[in-house]
């Protein structure tokens, strides 16, 4: 698995002419570094002088960015079994008209999957950026950067995931799927944009 690699193993593949991992394991890398930093905040303000009105807001922003990392660090193995399971689909034989049609609908079912997990990235790097903004509000003030760079990186998987999603849609043919999944990003996008000015907005105000 490439979550069970060392970081310059990982690195090293990334760099590599390998298909995978791409840039869709990188988004929910990214996103996964979001929330490990929001939880960060949350245990550097947990039982510290000052912040005792906040205690419960901070341990349940820190329990949903634990559950936020956790899904994350699955998608980076999850991107990139997508990826294959595309490739293992236009592998299939196809001399034929039944095993042409098995082939299409195989590379179909994969390429939807595909455009899927990105999305669902997307998703969870939204969340990441709401924690982003509480936690830049009540969370100890020493280390309100490190929930700037939370939110910066939660919105930068933001818009990387959306380019795999983007590109896994041009492959497939059912158009209400693709209309779907297109406005559901945009709508993504646009709270991601809101929310990262807002917590950058919180960071600037409470620094």
């Given at each position: 698995m490439?979550?069970?690699?060392?970081?310059?193993?990982?690195?090293?593949?990334?760099?590599?002419?390998?298909?995978?991992?791409?840039?869709?394991?990188s988004?929910?890398?990214?996103?996964?570094?979001?929330?490990a930093l929001?939880s960060?905040v949350c245990?550097?303000?947990?039982?510290?002088?000052g912040?005792?009105?906040?205690?419960?807001?901070?341990?349940?922003?820190?329990?949903?960015?634990?559950?936020?990392?956790?899904?994350?660090?699955?998608?980076?193995?999850?991107?990139?079994?997508?990826?294959?399971?595309?490739?293992?689909?236009?592998?299939?034989p196809?001399?034929?008209?039944?095993?042409?049609a098995?082939?299409?609908?195989?590379?179909?079912a994969?390429?939807r999957?595909?455009?899927?997990?990105p999305?669902?990235?997307?998703?969870?790097?939204v969340?990441?950026?709401?924690?982003?903004?509480?936690?830049?509000?009540?969370?100890?003030?020493?280390v309100?950067s490190?929930?700037?760079?939370?939110?910066s990186?939660?919105?930068?998987?933001?818009?990387?995931?959306?380019?795999?999603?983007?590109?896994?849609?041009?492959?497939?043919?059912d158009d209400?799927?693709?209309?779907?999944?297109?406005e559901?990003?945009?709508?993504?996008?646009?709270?991601?944009?809101?929310?990262?000015?807002?917590?950058?907005?919180?960071v600037?105000?409470?620094?």
């Amino acid at each position: 698995m490439l979550v069970d690699k060392k970081l310059s193993e990982f690195l090293n593949e990334l760099a590599s002419g390998a298909s995978t991992p791409g840039g869709g394991s990188s988004a929910a890398l990214v996103a996964a570094n979001a929330a490990a930093l929001v939880s960060m905040v949350c245990n550097l303000t947990i039982d510290k002088k000052g912040y005792e009105e906040v205690q419960d807001a901070i341990r349940e922003i820190l329990h949903d960015s634990e559950k936020l990392r956790e899904e994350l660090t699955r998608l980076i193995d999850l991107d990139a079994e997508a990826f294959d399971e595309i490739m293992d689909a236009y592998r299939l034989p196809k001399s034929n008209f039944e095993e042409k049609a098995i082939r299409k609908e195989a590379i179909q079912a994969a390429t939807r999957k595909a455009s899927q997990v990105p999305m669902r990235t997307i998703e969870l790097a939204v969340e990441t950026l709401s924690l982003a903004k509480e936690v830049a509000e009540v969370g100890n003030k020493n280390v309100l950067s490190d929930a700037g760079v939370a939110a910066s990186l939660a919105s930068a998987a933001v818009e990387s995931a959306w380019f795999n999603v983007e590109i896994n849609l041009k492959g497939i043919d059912d158009d209400k799927f693709v209309e779907e999944m297109e406005e559901h990003g945009e709508n993504l996008m646009d709270e991601a944009d809101e929310l990262y000015e807002a917590a950058l907005d919180a960071v600037d105000r409470m620094m």
